[in-house]
């Protein structure tokens, strides 16, 4: 259903150290698990589907935290989180928390269990301190699970014109079931996920710390800087990767943010000798596809992913919108360093061939976030929506309009379903902790002005895009020139994140295209 940010009682307190001026990392021992607050309790790795050799270097756990923190003695649920121990014999004493996105996705599954055994950038980061990755209350592996199985009959419904792209019928189906077990709603926002940010630092032993968000893992870190006053440890850095405006509605502005990097594609493509030769016009030849899917929808093949049973659906403009955004956010074919393979596909569609889309569509008939969690934390932030997509981005393509209007009523649907408690609007506070902002030029949904916009309420902030390169520019692949640029301009700013990091190797980087 709706657009996903990219596809995360009593303990122990440690006295907080002073943060040395220079901002410099200090290296030491990192906290022995033994030493862990009362908060803790050891599971095996396996719970969490933890890759063995990850395992290896690694403590597993559920951190019992209040279900609101404004409430220490109520009701409290549990954070599943890995701490997985630096590679140094010298780690720097301050780790870096790692978030995922979604909301709803979640940071253990998706980067402890994926892309740490096989990105290079956490690779390198992991040698120089702990990596920390808290699975976001309502997320997977924390308890409760706020996943909806409802919306996977939903999306396969709507997928064969049996059902309204916006009802919301199942949420209030999902919802139901959720109260009878006594979960709140309302606890499920990005203020309780910020203090539990903070929660899980001061019960592990560390004093101060460095986080890293990426896509809704840059709303929770901005959170995270408001709130970095307000707690025992210490926020030392911040680096937000694929960025959310928090004053914005990102499911309205879906056709402003595709547009926007559409037309950095097409120039691109324009750009490169082999690309505009091989793929002339791409730019029209995209907007006639989705006019004439429009007036005449097509049959397609979907493959339904858990029972691998097919049926045949109508892609019109906008299912070919949606499938087409999947391969902005991550433009690698086959996730190497090949380039993308957009204009490839935009130009096998002019000539009729569709087959390179049913894929991404069918994946997205049965997603496996925590989609509860999704609409209450959207829900909850709502008074701090100020502004509208055309006040902060340029005209999109008037085709591509009708997805953000679709995508915000379903949004706005579900939230009259769940009723959550409505928080204050969103307040820039603390601007003075450094922050590294990174952008990637084909992002279709936290495009590059977001990142920009974000930047200028903070006192240090570096802001860079990366040419070629989609929705989290820390997860480019390994061999891609990003990757290699990415790993150097993170690794200098933690090194010392009061100092601009050296960046001079994005004058190396250009896009890719998989031309054939």
């Known amino acids: 259903m709706n657009r996903r940010l990219t596809h995360f009682c009593s303990f122990t307190l440690l006295t907080v150290a002073v943060v040395a001026s220079s901002g410099s990392a200090v290296n030491g021992a990192t906290p022995n698990r033994a030493k862990f607050g009362a908060a803790w309790k050891t599971v095996d790795c396996k719970t969490f589907d933890v890759p063995a050799a990850i395992a290896a270097q690694s403590d597993c756990g559920y951190i019992t935290v209040p279900e609101q923190h404004a409430q220490p003695q109520g009701r409290t649920i549990q954070l599943a989180v890995v701490r997985t121990r ?26 402890a269990d994926g ?53 919301p019928s199942w949420i209030k189906v999902c919802n139901d079931r959720f109260k009878a077990q006594g979960i709140n709603p309302s606890a499920f926002n990005t203020r309780e996920n910020a203090a539990d940010v903070y929660f899980v630092a001061e019960t592990l032993g560390y004093p101060q710390f460095n986080y890293y968000g990426v896509s809704y893992g840059t709303l929770l870190g901005q959170y995270v800087i408001a709130q970095a006053d307000k707690h025992k440890a210490k926020l030392r850095s911040v680096i937000l990767d694929g960025v959310v405006r928090p004053d914005v509605d990102f499911n309205l502005a879906s056709g402003h943010t595709m547009s926007y990097a559409l037309r950095n594609l097409f120039h691109a493509c324009a750009q490169d000798q082999q690309c505009s030769s091989a793929y002339p016009n791409l ?24 029972s691998q049973k097919t049926f045949v659906t109508q892609l019109d403009g906008n299912a070919f919108i949606i499938g087409l955004e999947a391969y902005l956010a991550r433009p690698y074919s086959g ?15 002019s000539q009729g061939n569709f087959d390179w889309i ?35 981005l340029p005209p999109p393509y008037p085709q591509l309009i009708p997805v953000g209007i679709r995508e915000a009523e379903a949004v706005t649907k579900a939230c009259d379903v769940l ?40 006192k240090t902030a570096y802001v860079y895009t990366f040419p070629g390169v989609g929705h989290g520019a820390l997860f480019a692949p390994k061999g891609m020139p990003a990757a290699a640029c990415v790993t150097q301009i993170a690794t200098d700013f933690l090194a010392n994140p009061k100092q601009a990091p050296d960046s001079s190797c994005l004058t190396q980087i250009k896009p890719l295209f998989v031309v054939e």
């Open 419 to 458: 009723q959550v408690e409505l928080k204050p609007p969103f307040v820039y506070e603390n601007p003075e902790i450094p922050t590294l902002v990174l952008n990637g030029a084909y992002d279709p949904v936290t495009p590059q002005p977001y990142g920009e916009a974000v930047a200028r309420n903070l």
């Open 86 to 111: 630096s590679t140094s014999k010298t780690p720097a004493a301050d780790p870096l928390f790692v978030e995922q996105g979604g909301p709803g996705g979640s940071s253990i599954h998706d980067i």
């Open 335 to 349: 996730e190497s360093a090949r380039g993308t393979s957009i204009p490839k596909f935009i130009q096998a569609a």
């Open 358 to 392: 049913a894929g991404k569509l069918s994946e997205n008939l049965e997603p496996t976030e925590a989609r509860e969690m999704y609409h209450t934390v959207l829900c909850a932030r709502a008074k701090s929506i100020q502004v509208t997509p055309s006040q902060v």
């Open 283 to 306: 730019e029209q030849k995209f907007l006639a596809i989705i006019d004439q899917l429009n007036q005449k929808p097509i049959p397609l093949t979907l493959t339904i992913p858990s």
């Open 115 to 167: 892309a740490l055994p096989t990105f290079p950038e956490l690779q390198a980061l992991l040698k120089s301190r702990d990596l920390i990755f808290v699975e976001e209350r309502g997320t997977r592996y924390s308890k409760p699970f706020l996943f909806c199985p409802e919306l996977n009959a939903h999306n396969i419904a709507v997928a064969q014109g049996q059902q309204n792209y916006t009802d």
